[in-house]
T-cell receptor, first 116, second 111 residues
Framework: EAGVAQSPRYKIIEKRQSVAFWCNPI?????LYWYQQILGQGPKLLIQ????????DSQLPKDRFSAERLKGVDSTLKIQPAKLEDSAVYLC??????????????FGQGTRLTVV | TQLLEQSPQFLSIQEGENLTVYCNSS?????LQWYRQEPGEGPVLLVT?????EVKKLKRLTFQFGDARKDSSLHITAAQPGDTGLYLC???????????FGKGTTLSVSS
């Protein structure tokens, strides 16, 4: 079974530039998450989709971050304009259900973003 | 305020030593998960505990869920270099929709 695919693996941009990340979840997984992980810390949830609808985007800095999941499959996360503090690994995860009593989340390898 | 407090933050030990890492909260949870993340990879689920007092074993790893379902521990016996990584505990939020992580314990095992 193919895992969660993310691209690119690495990205270096200058501050104030824009960047986009792509995620293809495991086939059949209705729930898709985007997390931001600062080096050495746990992932922080940015946004959660159930099919193509947003369930939770309370932690998403909406003035600069946006995300979409068209047709309930692939998703893109965009940052515009980027700031130095956006340097982090951006992880995409998917799960079969909506998270009841320990549903397993499957993670991609992440995109490491460096803003200079 | 962090929902899940993990300790210690960093741990550096020699191969063969035993260790325990902790995940604590003031909230009660219906279940709790432990993930391990290796450098350059995403987190991978190790175990899910759902019953207060539950103990689960995965080879040299022993997981325990507190009786009150507020805390959990992970004990590793005879650590090996392959155990090196970031150990994360995680729970679902009240709505049962989003997976929330602690800050993790970074473990380094040297040979």
């Amino acid at each position: 079974e193919a895992g969660v695919a993310q691209s690119p693996r690495y990205k270096i941009i200058e501050k104030r530039q824009s960047v986009a990340f792509w995620c293809n979840p495991i086939s059949g997984h209705a729930t898709l998450y985007w997390y931001q992980q600062i080096l050495g810390q746990g992932p922080k949830l940015l946004i959660q989709f159930q099919n193509n609808g947003v369930v939770d985007d309370s932690q998403l800095p909406k003035d600069r971050f946006s995300a979409e999941r068209l047709k309930g499959v692939d998703s893109t996360l965009k940052i515009q304009p980027a700031k130095l503090e956006d340097s982090a690994v951006y992880l995409c995860a998917s799960s079969l259900g909506r998270g009841h009593r320990g549903t397993e989340a499957f993670f991609g390898q992440g995109t490491r973003l460096t803003v200079v | 305020t962090q929902l899940l407090e993990q300790s210690p933050q960093f741990l550096s030990i020699q191969e063969g030593e035993n260790l325990t890492v902790y995940c604590n909260s003031s909230s009660v949870f219906s279940s709790l998960q432990w993930y391990r993340q290796e450098p350059g990879e995403g987190p991978v689920l190790l175990v899910t505990v759902v019953t207060g007092g539950e103990v689960k074993k995965l080879k040299r790893l022993t997981f325990q869920f507190g009786d009150a379902r507020k805390d959990s521990s992970l004990h590793i016996t005879a650590a090996q270099p392959g155990d090196t990584g970031l150990y994360l505990c995680a729970v679902y939020n009240r709505a049962g929709t989003a997976l929330i992580f602690g800050k993790g314990t970074t473990l380094s095992v040297s040979s």
